[in-house]
């Protein structure tokens, strides 16, 4: 508070009761009752947070004793309306032991901008000598606060029931009384200030701001005047430390990295007010994990802290024995332990390395003491609620002068403020290591390409302030020796993205047991995203929440090399021939999942050369800041063009530019090498649809079984091969195709034209149908139909390590 801030405040006495006994023309304006209408009456009326307080006494108390309370409150103007304000509460003492309360309350919108931090105004202000003279209308004093006697030296009883001119005679004093007068005649609650030069008890001149209001009874007659002066040096000093803690809002809590928000709270400090600072936070903060340590629940076991950050005004910082991220040894029956266990601040006017000390007991620190020249110390909880979060400890070296309560005052609020920053960081934290816990065990901890594809993959979750995102890919192995690779980036951060992820990626692999082409399955896939919004809305009335997501869906076959893909608004892959001739495939675009624009998918086939280099990314990987996605693009092709590299060795090539960065978005690529089966490992036969068509069919597979050295499948594969091709002559009219596949397992394939698919039944005891399904199934490993152009194929698989005939 300076001279400007008096002239805007408002005034009201107040006795023991909390009953207003005296009122101002400033609290009318401020919240539209008249003196008639307040005084006589609880402040209650007009002071919500007084409450159910029985005294003022009380009040006071339980404003002091709440954790983090400021002054900053609300009044209730007279139209019903809350009003933010700074309040101040003074106790005047009069005659005979009697008390008042002055109040003082100031909108916190006609503050001046250097004056005010909302927050901290009541908390710092508080200890500013502000001096408070109630005067009777003969100009008598009636009341008096303990501050103004060091304003000019002037005791209370000297002071009490005597006029300013007996107390102090002079020229100050009488233009005081003359002003008081005009006050008073007036009947105005209108500030009147002016600047003087009061003598002080040393004998020293300072600057001094006065101002006088007028103090109105129930009838709205003058009953005195309010006299408050405001040493300007002191309050000067208050600016500057309330100029700090406005840097430190913007300082502070720029980042949702925990380690850099207590960095920055060590470097704000230094050098303004301490020489070495060191915050340490406690070990679950900075990762994460673990439960929170609560304040009072620490017993024999100590928390352990972690150094975020260090700050000194000599190079180097000689003064910390720990480098940020080590682990910090607290000595035990220490100030340190104290300050974890209760939660409240300890001052060390003067450190004592003294032999028998708690520093002696200590000699690493004893030493680094002795060294640096460390002659005081703050110790500060970092604590939110009842949660705490670690300790700051502030250190003087080269300034001479130990540290005051005023200087551990500016230290609690610059700690509380980081604090803050702190706790939001920790829940984010918390929430990003969940999410990313969440991803990690979604993602596809081994990629099984099987003898179609070699697979690697990395991924890189965004920075801190972004947190893990919604990328997946899979590579999901099918029939026929086929493998299918996914790749899919949910739209935002957080663990909401990564569920939604994990929900995408359940829906696709369904999706891909059902043997669906590329285009049909993101069409189902885009049709459930919507579904799946829809049963989270609400309210039935309003429009579903787009979920938003990108994917692009391909299906590689060994035996042919022909890779079907479709994407739904994602990023086209990188293919690398083995010539190292690098191609980004024009691909219809599509809508990502979830937008509901009813536009159809289209798949593109492509034949692969065998040794191709498939790239499947997100894009984080090629979108970073200053470069756009052709750029990144094309630097990723650039960087897969080494046919001569592993697919490990690739990856970590491709990853390079976004390793170290702040990165915008999730990083992922999933790189697979195309390979192409033998054609000594496929055999294959087109039949005609007739009644013979079993019999021949059966006799080529055990011919071929024979000559892979199978013969221990004959039997199986056989009757396996009789029932699926018995179906296809019963079912379709047109040509059947035997496709016999030998890779991991031993895959039967029969192809007709009918495009329903086959479903068992539960046969009775008299049908003379109905079995073959269920003869198949208890035959192979597994079985299954999928979608062909012109008609479908059922095929079955069967174990190789039940092959063993010769």
């Known amino acids: 508070m300076h001279a400007s801030d008096i002239s805007d405040s408002a005034f009201a006495l107040l006795d023991e009761q909390g009953t207003v006994v005296a009122w101002t023309q400033a609290a009318e304006h401020l919240v539209g009752y008249s003196a008639s209408e307040v005084v006589g009456r609880s402040a209650a009326l007009v002071l919500p947070c007084f409450g159910e307080a029985s005294t003022m006494s009380a009040f006071v108390e339980r404003c002091r004793a709440r954790n983090g309370w400021s002054g900053a409150t609300a009044v209730r103007h007279r139209d019903g309306r809350m009003l933010d304000v700074g309040l101040r509460i003074s106790l005047v003492r009069g005659q005979d032991g009697a008390v008042r309360w002055l109040a003082s309350v100031t909108d916190m919108g006609t503050l001046s901008g250097d004056a005010v931090n909302g927050s901290v105004q009541g908390s710092i202000l508080d200890r500013a000598p502000i001096g408070v003279v109630v005067r009777d209308l003969e100009l008598r004093c ?37 002003v008081m007068r005009r006050v008073l005649r007036s009947g105005s609650t209108k500030v009147h200030e002016y600047r003087t030069w009061l003598p002080t008890s040393r004998g020293e001149e300072r600057p001094y701001a006065v101002s006088f209001s007028c103090l109105q009874g129930a009838d709205g007659r003058a009953l005195g005047v309010c006299v408050i002066s405001v040493d300007l040096t002191e309050s000067r000093q208050e600016r500057e430390r309330l100029a700090v803690l406005g840097e430190a809002g913007t300082c502070l809590g720029s980042t949702l990295d925990v380690m850099q928000t207590g960095q920055e709270l060590a470097d704000l400090a230094v050098p303004l007010f301490a020489d070495y600072v060191a915050v340490d936070l406690e070990e679950s903060v900075p990762f994460g994990e673990g439960p929170p340590v609560r304040i009072g629940s620490i017993g024999e076991r100590f928390p352990v802290l972690r150094r975020a950050g260090v700050a000194s005004i000599r190079p180097g910082v000689p003064e910390s024995a720990w480098e940020r991220g080590e682990p910090v040894h607290l000595p035990p029956a220490s100030p340190f332990i104290d300050v974890l266990r209760t939660g409240r601040s300890h001052i060390l006017p003067v450190l004592n390395t003294a032999p028998g000390s708690w520093i002696d007991k200590d000699p690493e620190r004893a030493q680094k003491i002795r060294e640096t020249g460390m002659h005081s110390a703050m110790l500060v909880p970092i604590r939110a609620r009842r949660t705490l979060l670690g300790a700051a400890v502030f250190v003087r070296t080269e300034n001479p002068m130990p540290f005051q309560e005023c200087d551990l005052l500016l230290a609690e609020e610059l700690v509380g403020r980081a604090a803050v920053s702190l706790d939001n960081a920790r829940q984010y934290c918390r929430e990003q290591t969940a999410a990313l816990a969440v991803q990690r065990s979604l993602l596809p901890r081994r990629l099984r390409g099987g003898l179609a594809v070699e697979a690697v993959s990395r991924y890189l979750p965004a920075d801190v302030d972004r947190g893990v995102g919604g990328d997946w890919f899979d590579v999901i192995p099918l029939s026929g020796a086929r493998v299918a690779l996914v790749v899919g980036d949910v739209v935002g951060h957080g663990l909401d993205a990564a569920v939604a992820m994990g929900g995408l990626r359940t829906a696709v692999r369904t999706l891909a047991d059902m043997e669906l082409p590329p285009d049909e399955l993101l069409a189902r896939l885009d049709d459930t995203v919507q579904r799946l919004a829809e049963e989270d809305t609400d309210d039935p009335d309003q429009a579903a929440t787009v979920v938003g997501a990108t994917c692009l869906y391909a299906v590689y076959d060994p035996v042919n090399r022909k890779c079907t893909m479709a994407t739904a608004g994602h990023l086209p892959p990188a293919i690398i021939d083995p010539q190292a001739r690098v191609t980004f495939p024009d691909l219809p675009t599509g809508a990502p999942l979830g937008i509901g624009l009813g536009v159809p998918f289209e798949a593109v086939e492509l034949e692969l050369p065998e040794g191709s280099l498939l790239a499947l990314y997100t894009d984080g990987l090629v979108e970073t800041r200053g470069q756009d996605i052709e750029e990144g693009m094309h630097r990723l092709g650039t960087a897969l063009a080494q046919p001569d590299l592993s697919l490990e060795d690739l990856c970590t090539r491709a990853m390079e530019p976004v390793q170290g960065q702040a990165a915008c978005d999730d990083a992922s690529l999933l790189l697979v090498r195309t390979r192409a089966l033998s054609p000594a490992q496929v055999a294959s036969w087109t039949l005609p649809s007739d009644d013979i068509a079993a019999r021949r069919a059966r006799h080529l597979a055990a011919g071929q079984l024979a000559e892979w050295g199978l013969e221990g499948l004959e039997d199986s594969t056989k009757l396996i091969v009789s029932e699926l091709v018995s179906n296809a002559v019963r079912h379709s009219d047109g040509p059947i195709r035997l496709r016999l596949t030998r890779h991991e397992v031993l895959t039967v394939e029969v192809s007709d034209t009918d495009a329903f698919s086959p479903r068992p039944r539960n046969a009775g005891t008299s049908d003379e149908n109905g079995r ?29 390590a039940h092959a063993s005939g010769r």
């Open 142 to 178: 009636s009341w008096v606060n303990d501050a103004v006697e060091s304003h000019n030296g002037i005791s209370r009883d000297r002071r009490l029931g005597f006029r300013m001119t007996d107390a102090w005679p002079g020229i100050e004093a009488e233009v005081a009384e003359a």
């Open 772 to 800: 073959g399904l269920a003869i198949v199934s208890q035959l192979s490993r597994r079985w299954g139909t999928r979608p062909v152009p012109g008609g479908k194929v059922v095929w079955a698989e069967a174990d190789l």
